[in-house]
């Protein structure tokens, strides 16, 4: 079972290099219209770089993504906190992130556009409404269960609501802040690229046009960029976390 | 891993079950008394407000671009009595259930496979997360291409956005699944077929439900997806007709039908998991 770091490693080389392999055959064998293999692909990613349009438009995006995952963030890290502590407001608000977590993101933007138009704000609105569930349910399952002896040293220090929740409940949770803004993060990308590409812009759009494409190339070269955003971004969150609460991946090899 | 960890913690989330480390919840009440105790009664004053809150929203707002409560309902009952909807959703069932029967069998196998080989878990890890990095909705100009806009292309979508989900879900639990189990088949000389009935099945049955909810949640997503994204028809093309007309009260019709498939099926899988599995605590 157990394997050396260099094992584990040329392991894991060895299959990319056999699923890269597969790839090329397979694109060989069904040409560039129908799946363009590995080499072609860099060829054309080389000259999406050279255009300039795709990285453009993968950082306009990406600012309108950043604006409405942080909103979802903001309003989504105090309301889980308040669920996981006041009873009340748990049984009134459980069930309608319940409904929001089921409803697809797609079957919400044609709503959007009618209440809000394609502009910038129909695209916040849906990586919004696609991210705020998860980040609200992580944390309020760590709202649940906080250590009582936290809230009791709060509470003898005669701390006000918002003191408490930013001095206490915020640190004690950021395990779960982390978690949730990470699987958060997963769905606001996803969101992003659902909402651009029924309104046929930016990065998503890019991806939709060149889906008209007679080689596929350009299309598998924008599919990559998105998938080392994506990689890069949820590594980045990894070591903010471990940066901002060090204790939880103790804690987790721990138990 | 890193995806493994979060589609657990996912897990987690959406059962709304706290996760192993945390203390348990009777040693640690929230603050709370009277109604909020009751789930039934409280159930119905969450919807209430939930309504009310919805009818305050639609009277600031034009109706075509935000209906009240009670016109979306008019119109439900209204294209139901006229079988619009339940005809359109029994067609949008076909593609969701045969792209999800799909993905359970492509993906259990190879979730096996990937949690009980160490090996091959460590050379299709890589390969899996990068593919599942990238948002399903992104491959619909390839599902175009290779499947067209109709039946085919639908079912592939949908099988598409569940199959990496369940995967990563039935590997992550056939890599946890508890060691002692096996040694007391082993220590029993259960092998072959026997041990895969009756020690394997019985302890992989709470993370395949697992699997199967977190999957049957991205089929009914990617069910309005493909009919949105590709050849629209059904319910997509019903909503899509709707925004035409500027008229609201359709689409927030459509999008409470979804929201009741989707719980439906959630409350359906609890429900048998329950029933098959009492041994299997929930909390």
Known sequence: ?255 | MSANKAILQKEHTQSGAAPERVAPTSRNPARGSGWSQRPGLSYLISLAAGVLVWELVSRQLPGVVFASPLATLQRLVEDSINLKLPLALAHSLGHMTLGFVLALLVAVPLGFLMGRNEKAFVMLDPVVNAIYAIPTVAFVPFLIIWFGLFFEGRTALVFVMCVFDILVTVAAGARNIDPSLLEVGRSFGVRGWQRMRLVLLPASMPFLFTAMRIGMARAVNAMITAELFLATVYLGKYMQDSAARFDSAGILAVIVILCAVGLGTQGALKRLESRMLPWHLQS
């Open chain 1, 1 to 255: 079972m157990t394997m050396s770091r260099t094992q584990r490693l040329s392991l894991q080389a060895l299959g990319i290099f056999i699923a890269l392999t597969v790839w090329e055959i397979a694109g060989r064998i069904l040409g560039d219209a129908l799946l363009a293999p590995p080499t072609a692909v860099a060829v054309a990613y080389v000259e999406l770089l050279r255009d300039g349009a795709m990285l453009r438009e993968l950082a306009g995006s990406l600012r309108q993504m950043a604006v409405g995952f942080a909103l979802a963030c903001l309003i989504g890290i105090p309301a889980g906190t308040a669920m996981g502590r006041v009873k009340q407001i748990d049984a009134i608000v459980h069930p309608w992130v319940s409904m929001l977590m089921v409803t697809s993101v797609a079957a919400v933007v044609p709503l959007y556009i009618l209440l809000l138009g394609t502009g910038f704000w129909f695209r916040a609105a849906v990586v919004f409404t696609a991210s705020v569930g998860y980040i609200v349910l992580t944390t309020y399952n760590g709202a649940r269960g906080i250590d009582l002896r936290l809230l009791d040293v709060g509470r003898a220090f005669s701390a006000g609501a918002l003191q408490m929740f930013r001095m206490v409940l915020l640190p004690a949770l950021y395990p779960y802040i982390v978690t949730g803004v990470r699987i958060g993060l997963v769905h606001a990308i996803r969101a992003m690229v659902v909402a651009e590409m029924f309104i046929i812009l930016g990065y998503g759009g890019l991806i939709y046009q060149s889906g008209l494409d007679t080689s596929t190339a350009p299309l598998l070269g924008l599919l990559m960029t998105l998938m080392l955003f994506s990689i890069a971004a949820n590594q980045l969150l990894r070591l903010a976390g471990d940066r901002l609460a060090p204790w939880y991946n103790q804690r987790l090899s721990l138990r």
